[in-house]
């Protein structure tokens, strides 16, 4: 191995100091210098050295004086949400969104497109359009954009470039960031392609709106209800569970029904064929192009309406069992247009799982589950996150 000449160890020791810093505000704001020293390991010369560096350059700002119980007062230190912007955008089956973030996270600006996706060409158009929408919002105007991240319907090759199989487009092989790079223009270096629930998982552990990231070892599970289903898999807070290939979290065409109903994927008797959105429509008979809640709401005492429901909710609760005894997640968030359908879907698949748990363990501790029915940006705002990352753990900074 070649050693690090004396300025490139330089480089790197400033390089991880920055990040280690960084990372530390992510987790917890308000924390002093000399906080930061002792959650991060390092000296406080090299945190002061540091931190008046990122104030500098717009990456963290100054509060109000801290009285702690030990030494000197110090200022309490925040990711600055003035100076950058983070953008994330979704390619659905059905539409096309994107955001705009702070660097806490917080949604600065938001733009959906309501229609079927076409091909990767006109999505490409209509993704740039909105991207376009969010960046002249007065909000964001003028910011620093560091980068776009954009979730995809479908596993993501190793190395976030190639999206493997949109089985709900009939999308494959397809690098979507080389088709969307003519359309889209003063959106930063950073570049991002994640299947969707993915995305969604990792903004939730990594930036949540409601709660402090998960710091912990477990795994976060987002389960993604939509046209499709998925699953998105976030180790330790920050570690995204992908598998060898690409697959892990495919939870949609796990088996339930051997013999079942005939998926999109070329088997029988996966999750989708009962919950996926597009099964809902086939079984009952509903318009592709009309959205499911709006298409179902009117029907939703018919019986036949709630036999489909109580199906999809039984795959649901099964699913959940299945999730928890091989993974074991400490959170587990549902989102996606299935969780708004109302009637049994939801409390039938709840009803299950937790009278597992209760049969099975009694001691164990409870599974959080989350329901978010507005969970339409997640996967833009997971993808803005993953942007986040990214830059924090660049050898070169933005300013
Ligand atoms: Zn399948």
Redesign the pocket.
């Given at each position: 191995m070649t050693p690090l000449s004396p300025s490139g160890d330089q480089g790197y020791l400033k390089h991880l100091n920055r990040a280690a810093i960084l990372d530390a505000l992510r987790r917890e704001g308000g924390l002093s210098r000399a906080e930061l020293a002792a959650r991060t390991g390092r000296t406080k010369v090299t945190v002061g050295s540091v931190v008046q560096e990122l104030l500098g350059t717009g990456w963290l700002h100054e509060g109000e004086l801290q009285h702690g119980t030990v030494g000197r007062p110090g200022r309490q230190l925040y990711l600055d949400r003035r100076r950058h912007v983070l953008l994330g955008a979704e390619v659905g089956v059905l539409g096309v969104r994107a955001v705009a973030c702070d660097l806490t996270g917080q949604v600065l600006a938001r733009e959906a497109l309501h229609h079927p996706t076409g091909s990767p060409e006109s999505a490409a158009r209509d993704l740039a359009a909105l991207v376009q929408s969010v960046l002249a919002h007065p909000e964001v105007q003028g910011r620093t954009v560091l980068g776009l991240g954009v979730a995809v319907p479908g596993p993501v090759a190793q190395g976030g470039q190639t999206l493997l199989h949109a089985p709900n487009l009939g999308w494959t092989q397809l690098n979507f960031l080389e088709v969307l790079a003519p359309h889209v223009d003063g959106v930063g270096s950073l570049r991002v392609l994640e299947n969707e629930a993915n995305a969604a998982a990792f903004g939730e552990a990594y930036l949540p709106v409601q709660s402090p990231p998960d710091t912990g070892a477990g795994v976060l599970a987002y389960l993604s209800l939509g046209t499709g289903v998925g699953a998105g898999l976030v180790e330790g807070g920050r570690r995204v569970l992908r598998g060898a290939h690409g697959l892990a979290g495919e939870l949609?065409?796990t088996v339930i029904q051997p013999g079942g109903l005939y998926?999109?994927?070329g088997?029988r008797g996966?999750v989708?064929t009962l919950l996926g959105g597009w099964a809902i429509r086939a079984s009952l008979g509903l318009n592709a192009l009309e959205p499911l809640e709006a298409a179902l709401l009117p029907r939703v005492r018919e019986a036949a309406v709630q036999i489909t429901l109580s199906r999809a909710g039984e795959a649901l609760g099964l699913l959940l069992v299945n999730l928890h005894h091989t993974l074991n997640p400490s959170v587990v968030v549902i989102g996606g247009a299935v969780t708004r359908l109302g009637g049994p879907l939801m409390d039938t698949a709840l009803d299950f799982f937790n009278a597992h748990l209760a049969r099975r363990s009694g001691n164990a501790p409870p599974v959080r589950v989350d329901v978010r029915p507005d969970s339409l940006y997640l996967p833009a705002r997971g993808a803005a996150a993953q942007v986040l990352e990214r830059a924090i753990n660049a050898p070169e900074l933005s300013a």
């Open positions: 949609g065409h998926c999109h994927c088997n996966c989708e």
